[in-house]
C-alpha cells in the first residue's frame, strides 16, 4: 500500500523539479535578453552581441566562394543542413580582412533562417553583462545606424554593441552582389 503513495511522492518530486528548472530557465533566458551580451573582437574593435538577436558559434570553416560579390563577403557554409551566408565584418567596416586563422569562429546572426548569415570572428571574449560595464559617450557614425551604445570594462576596453536587427535592414550589408566591372 506504500508503493503508490511513493510513485505519487516521486512524481510531485519531479513535477517540481521541472517546474523550477523551467522557471530558472526562463529567468535566465530574460536576463540574458536585458543583460547578456556576447563579446567578440574583430579587427581593434570590441563588439557586443546581444544573445537574443545572435545565434550559435560555430568552429571556423572556409566558405565556398561565390562569384561576383562584394569581396566583404566571403561566400556560403553548411551549418548543420542550412546555408549560412559568411561576411568579413572587418572588411565591411573598411578595415583590414580578418584571417580564418585557428581559433576564429562563425557567428550566427540571426535565429531566422531567411535571414541567415554570420561573421567570422578571430576572437570570441565571452559573455558580458551590462552590469559590468560602464557607459561612455562615443562618437556615433551616422553611417552605421547598427552601431549602437558604447560601453568601458575595468580594464579600460571600449566595447560598442551591434545592433543586429538594424544590421540585417541595412540596405549595404545586404547587397552581397556585385556588378561586372
Known amino acids: 500500500m506504500n508503493e503508490p503513495r511513493t510513485n505519487l511522492t516521486s512524481r510531485q518530486r519531479l513535477h517540481e523539479y521541472q517546474t523550477m528548472l523551467a522557471r530558472r530557465l526562463q529567468e535566465a533566458?530574460?536576463?540574458?535578453?536585458?543583460?547578456?551580451?556576447?563579446?567578440?573582437?574583430?579587427?581593434?574593435?570590441?563588439?557586443?552581441?546581444?544573445?537574443?538577436?545572435?545565434?550559435?558559434?560555430?568552429?571556423?570553416?572556409?566558405?565556398?566562394?561565390?562569384?561576383?560579390?562584394?569581396?566583404?563577403?566571403?561566400?556560403?557554409?553548411?551549418?548543420?543542413?542550412?546555408?549560412?551566408?559568411?561576411?568579413?565584418?572587418?572588411?565591411?567596416?573598411?578595415?583590414?580582412?580578418?584571417?580564418?586563422?585557428?581559433?576564429?569562429?562563425?557567428?550566427?546572426?540571426?535565429?531566422?533562417?531567411?535571414?541567415?548569415?554570420?561573421?567570422?570572428?578571430?576572437?570570441?571574449?565571452?559573455?558580458?553583462?551590462?552590469s559590468d560595464l560602464q557607459p561612455v559617450e562615443a562618437a556615433q557614425d551616422e553611417s552605421r545606424l547598427w552601431q549602437g551604445r558604447a560601453w568601458r570594462d575595468a580594464q579600460g576596453t571600449l566595447w560598442r554593441e551591434m545592433d543586429v536587427r538594424r544590421l540585417l535592414a541595412e540596405p549595404a550589408f545586404l547587397q552581397v552582389g556585385r556588378t561586372r566591372a
Request: charged letters at 15%; aromatic letters at 6%.
Open 29 to 130: 533566458r530574460a536576463k540574458s535578453s536585458t543583460e547578456s551580451f556576447l563579446g567578440v573582437q574583430i579587427g581593434d574593435q570590441h563588439w557586443l552581441l546581444s544573445l537574443s538577436d545572435t545565434g550559435e558559434v560555430l568552429d571556423y570553416q572556409p566558405p565556398a566562394r561565390v562569384p561576383l560579390t562584394q569581396p566583404w563577403y566571403l561566400g556560403l557554409v553548411n551549418a548543420r543542413g542550412n546555408l549560412l551566408g559568411v561576411i568579413d565584418f572587418s572588411l565591411f567596416c573598411g578595415e583590414t580582412p580578418t584571417a580564418g586563422s585557428a581559433g576564429a569562429k562563425i557567428v550566427v546572426l540571426s535565429k531566422d533562417p531567411q535571414r541567415a548569415c554570420a561573421i567570422v570572428v578571430p576572437r570570441v571574449a565571452g559573455l558580458r553583462s551590462l
